[in-house]
């Protein structure tokens, strides 16, 4: 009954290769994120989908691409790894359209995936 | 820029102390100010405050924001070992993307 998953949850790599996380959730929710959570613990906002259709892009380098096949999933594709590349990076998915809803709702977190580029 | 900066970095205390975990903010156009707690792996949602000098409350845990002084604070009564964690604040700015912005965290560990 896992709200909102991740595979995998550690992934070791080496530098240049190209490398997926896949995210899912249950909830019914119609918007997903990507986070990532550096060494300090800072978390930070990459990507977001409402519906399918991209909301938020930070500034990331183009060699990260989210995918939404649906609005219950969400990947994350890396090309070309890069040693900075390494942390957690954190799914997450809320009810509604940040910013153009008539309220906030909470994000809820998946376990996170550990990539270690070596 | 927008930024959330948290206080203390990390914190220390034994059962049954009390703390108070603080969050200071500068985001254009606030929404909602977010406190989830982060032990091993996915941050956990506790609080979401909108309105100012209202109390959130759950168990030990409260919250109050004061949205004219721009903070928030964290305080958790009785500690148990099991409050040690790290807690994360975070702001949603309305807006287009109404992104939520994370302060640093505050680390806490309760000893027994």
């Known amino acids: 009954d896992t709200a909102v998953s991740q595979t995998p949850k550690y992934l070791v790599t080496q530098m240049g290769n190209d490398k997926s996380i896949k995210c899912e959730q249950n909830?019914?929710?119609?918007?997903m994120y990507w986070y990532k959570q550096d060494s300090k613990k800072f978390l930070k906002i990459m990507f977001s989908?409402?519906?399918?259709?991209?909301?938020i892009n930070e500034t990331v380098p183009n060699r990260f691409s989210p995918k939404s096949p649906d609005k219950a999933h969400l990947n994350l594709h890396i090309n070309s790894l890069e040693l900075g590349d390494s942390a957690v990076y954190f799914c997450?998915?809320?009810?509604?359209?940040?910013?153009?809803?008539?309220?906030?709702?909470?994000?809820?977190f998946g376990p996170g995936t550990r990539l270690t580029v070596t | 820029e927008d930024k959330v900066v948290q206080s203390p970095l990390s914190l220390v205390v034994h059962e049954g102390d009390t703390v108070t975990l603080n969050c200071s903010y500068e985001?254009?156009?606030?929404?909602?100010l977010l406190w989830y707690k982060q032990e091993k792996k996915a941050p956990t949602f506790l609080f979401m405050l909108t309105s100012s000098g209202i109390e959130k409350k759950s168990g030990r845990l409260s919250s109050i924001l004061d949205k004219k002084e721009l903070f928030s604070i964290l305080n958790i009564t009785a500690t148990q070992t099991g409050d040690s964690a790290v807690y994360l604040c975070?702001?949603?700015?309305?807006?287009?993307?109404?992104?939520?912005?994370f302060g640093q965290g505050t680390t806490l560990q309760v000893k027994p």
């Open positions: 989908y409402n519906n399918k259709e991209l909301i």
């Open positions: 975070a702001v949603e700015s309305a807006g287009n993307t109404g992104k939520l912005i």
């Open positions: 909830l019914g929710h119609d918007t």
């Open positions: 985001v254009t156009n606030f929404r909602s």
């Open positions: 997450a998915s809320s009810r509604s359209r940040p910013g153009l809803a008539d309220r906030s709702y909470e994000q809820y």
